[in-house]
């Protein structure tokens, strides 16, 4: 059985030719991970520097709590920066080199193949990428570009321009695989949708929905808010309607034919559609708050998060038990075969690493559950940075796989 993540496997001993040469779409999701992982470091400055008055620390904000602070904040402060730095370079570069790739990509006879069969959502990694790219950006700039907040409401409308277009493409793509396998039928191959990996689109319409509701909890213009709660909202919607329908489909179809052993990392993608989802309803609360008297508890805030949480937590258990039973660590992480799906094995760790940031501090610390920089606090964050760590690691054993040369055999006398 093919699926949508599973096309290209092969030793990564082939001589003279990097296995990232033989390039497919989902090769966007090393841009995806890198960004996912300069949020992680930014988690550091949002929850342990201090921003009165703001909902996200600035430049400012940064550079007084390095002066100010214990050796301890100092310390936080240059790992989160240079993290930052270092994997939105890297988010950059990737998505630049897969921009020029995809270019090449479509002029080929394989490009033709992918978009009659089921692995044309496969597309949908490049929206998903630019999206997360933007989203990196705006990190990049409230930590490096001093005064930012003073002409941040001009931004607000061209992320907002930003994150519509990106819609668009996405939906455009969207349309063109459900316009082509609902019109005609006997088109769609249920026994390779045996895997999560039609949940793609979801998980890239989400990362627009949360990108659009970035303005919602950071502008003061009603208007701006306004506008944020609701194209937000739409994106939203979309991708639970698109999460749910996907996933009973594919369950279905995996309980008949089991998962496809190469997809097998799909079966966590809905952890980070949860995070995704679950920032986008904290920013929407937040400025349903602050701009529109709509008042949540922050006992209501932990129990949102909880929920989300344990959604992922259980599939995180699900998608690990498969791939022990089926040796894919062995083989394709640790092994001699490689597939651009492993990639996808960077999302759910950075998403859970991200999501037990924002349960600590937004849910049980907001509660006064647990005293913030408390013993309990450390023991649940360690979880957190201790996937941030696994995940970093992990990176840089993909790439290597992917994006390095392998060493040219000798070629016997004759």
């Not at 936080?76 to 240079?82: K, R, S, Y």
């Amino acid at each position: 059985m093919s699926t949508a993540l599973g096309a290209d496997a092969r030793p990564i001993d082939r001589p003279a030719d990097r296995p990232a040469d033989r390039y497919v779409p989902l090769y966007f999701l090393a841009s995806l991970g890198a960004g996912g992982l300069a949020v992680t470091f930014f988690m550091y400055l949002m929850f342990w520097v201090p921003h009165p008055g703001r909902p996200v620390p600035v430049f400012e904000d940064i550079t007084a709590a390095f002066a100010n602070g214990s050796a301890g904040m100092q310390s936080a402060i240059v790992i989160a920066v240079l993290g930052i730095a270092v994997f939105a370079f890297l988010n950059v570069k990737s998505l630049l080199w897969n921009l020029a790739s995809l270019a090449r990509f479509k002029r080929s006879e394989a490009y033709q193949t992918l978009r009659n069969s089921n692995g044309e959502t496969t597309l949908l990694a490049a929206p998903l990428a630019m999206a997360m790219t933007v989203n990196a950006m705006f990190i990049v700039g409230l930590v490096f570009v001093p005064n930012l907040w003073s002409v941040v409401e001009y931004l607000f409308p061209l992320a907002v321009i930003a994150f519509l277009a990106i819609g668009v493409w996405a939906f455009r793509i969207i349309g063109d695989f459900l316009g082509r396998v609902l019109t005609k039928g006997g088109i769609f191959d249920v026994t390779a949708h045996n895997s999560f990996a039609q949940l793609l689109p979801a998980f890239a319409i989400a990362m627009v929905g949360v990108g659009l509701s970035a303005p919602a909890a950071m502008s003061t213009n009603t208007a701006t808010v306004g506008a944020s709660l609701v194209l937000s909202t739409f994106f939203v919607v979309a991708a639970v309607l698109y999460t749910v329908v996907a996933l009973i489909t594919a369950f279905n179809s995996m309980l008949h034919h089991g998962t496809a052993r190469e997809a097998g990392p799909t079966l966590m993608v809905i952890v980070p559609i949860m995070t995704v989802l679950g920032i986008a309803l904290l920013r929407q609360d937040h400025g349903l708050h602050t701009t529109f008297e709509v008042h949540s508890t922050a006992g209501e805030t932990m129990v949102l998060l909880a929920r989300l949480l344990a959604v992922q937590v259980l599939f995180v258990l699900l998608g690990l038990t498969v791939l022990r039973r089926q040796g894919y660590f062995k083989d394709f992480v640790f092994g001699g075969q490689t597939s651009p799906g492993s990639y996808a094995l960077v999302c759910p760790g950075v998403a859970l690493s991200v999501m037990i940031q924002f349960f600590v501090n937004k849910g049980l610390v907001g509660a006064g559950v647990i005293a913030k920089f408390g013993l309990v606090y450390w023991g649940i964050t360690g979880i957190a940075l201790a996937a941030q760590v696994l995940m970093i690691l992990l990176v840089i054993r993909l790439g290597r796989q992917h994006f390095g040369r392998a060493a040219a055999q000798a070629v016997p006398a004759e």
